[in-house]
């Protein structure tokens, strides 16, 4: 009984941490590689938020079952691979199912394997917790990562074309910012984010 | 007798978790593999019908052309024949593969029927730095390719693109580079066959 009055709060607080105060991308600053790169459009960004979440997921689980096994000096060995293999079943899967999708990301599917969050969230949880709570760690920091993507991709997406999800919702007086969609537009853009962030955050942390 | 015992106590459980992952990779690839060979063949017609203009219907008329690659590695390819709607012959296709910066590149490259001149190409995977190598995919680049004396072509980072001279990618040298040596090293072996075999 008191095992059930305890660990409801506990995966709450798990849960809700990688969405606002643990967020991946607003405020550890992890995986800025695809935060930059892959955000020029909602629909890539999710994309990549979905691709994170499965290997996030699944790496977490396998680090959870396999930790009272781990020798110290070989963690990080069994981390990565066990991070590489899921990631190239998703970028099989990508490549089968999402053909010009995995196209329009390129080398950054490939490129998950090296995302500090994933690493991150295999050594400091679940490395050193259960299953349940890796569980919960994960589905919560690939959520925040990917409604992170999708906040920059939308405000990106929306002033470099005036559409969200390739529909059109500026008005036709409407003047396209080119810069948004270029490597420019995703640093000015974290950088505002970043800001009001800090903002909201301002004494709580 | 101790170091090996040592070795499989410290060890054992990365050497199964590798051979699981393999596994698991292996069952993955073989599920998917002919699904993604699908994608990529149906590419492939894609662009070959946009390289060639009057394109109708293409064949494969040579399998297994042996291309002397990179280091003495043999490459196959086979050669597409493009046909307009009268069924006269509009030109040649085939796949080229070479290294790139990052990764390899697999081009698809048209010559005309006659084997005199390139059509030009498009690229059917490559993993080129993104916002420089991956230029090579961009109009401005490969129409340099269109139109060009079908034999070997050179890179240049300057002067007048002209006479098999093609002008670099400014920051992407090293992915330009790739895509020229992709046609030196495929171009005489295949207008070779197309000629050996009668079909130009």
Redesign the interface.
């Known amino acids: 009984m008191t095992t059930k009055t305890t660990e409801g709060p506990i995966l709450g607080q798990t849960f809700i941490a990688g969405l606002w105060r643990e967020n991946p991308v607003f405020r550890l600053l992890l995986g800025m590689c695809p935060t930059l790169?892959v955000t020029a459009a909602v629909k890539p960004a999710l994309t990549m938020g979905l691709s994170v979440i499965f290997v996030l997921v699944c790496s977490n689980i396998v680090v959870s079952l396999?930790r009272n096994?781990?020798?110290p000096h070989?963690r990080i060995?069994?981390f990565t691979?066990?991070i590489s293999?899921f990631v190239?079943?998703a970028d099989?899967?990508l490549?089968?199912?999402q053909?010009v999708m995995s196209?329009r990301l390129?080398?950054y599917v490939?490129l998950i394997i090296v995302n500090c969050i994933i690493i991150c969230r295999a050594e400091a949880c679940a490395s050193k917790n259960g299953l349940v709570v890796s569980i919960v760690d994960a589905v919560g920091m690939g959520i925040g990562f990917t409604l992170a993507l999708c906040v920059l991709a939308g405000v990106r997406e929306l002033l470099s074309t005036g559409m969200i999800f390739e529909a059109k919702v500026m008005p036709a007086w409407f003047v396209p910012w080119a810069a948004m969609s270029m490597?420019v537009g995703a640093f000015i853009t974290l950088g505002l984010l970043l800001g009001l962030v800090n903002k909201l955050t301002k004494g709580k942390s | 007798m101790s170091k090996i015992r040592y070795f499989i106590k410290q060890s054992w459980l990365l050497i199964l978790s590798s051979f699981c992952f393999g596994l698991l990779l292996a069952i993955a690839n073989a599920a998917w593999y002919p699904r993604i060979l699908q994608n990529e063949k149906e590419k492939l017609n894609k662009l070959i019908v946009g390289l060639v203009s009057d394109a109708n219907d293409f064949q494969i008329v040579i399998e297994d052309v042996n291309i002397p690659g990179e280091r003495g590695k043999i490459i196959k390819t086979d050669i597409y024949k493009v046909r307009n709607a009268e069924g006269k012959t509009a030109g040649f296709a085939f796949v080229g593969i070479g290294s790139g910066f990052a990764d390899k590149i697999k081009l698809v490259i048209t010559i005309d029927s006659k084997c005199e001149k390139f059509l030009g190409f498009d690229v059917l995977s490559s993993n080129e730095t993104p916002g420089f190598g991956d230029k090579i995919k961009e109009k401005e680049f490969r129409t340099q390719f269109k139109g060009i004396v079908a034999g070997n072509l050179e890179i240049i980072k300057a002067g007048e693109a002209k006479n098999g001279k093609v002008m670099a990618i400014s920051g992407a040298t090293v992915s330009s580079e790739s895509v020229v040596k992709i046609f030196n090293i495929y171009i005489d072996k295949i207008t070779q066959k197309i000629q050996e075999a009668g079909l130009d």
Do not use: C, H, N
């Open positions: 790169a396999m096994l781990l020798k070989l060995l069994m691979l066990t293999t190239t079943i099989l899967f490549r089968a199912f053909p196209e390129g080398p490939p490597p």
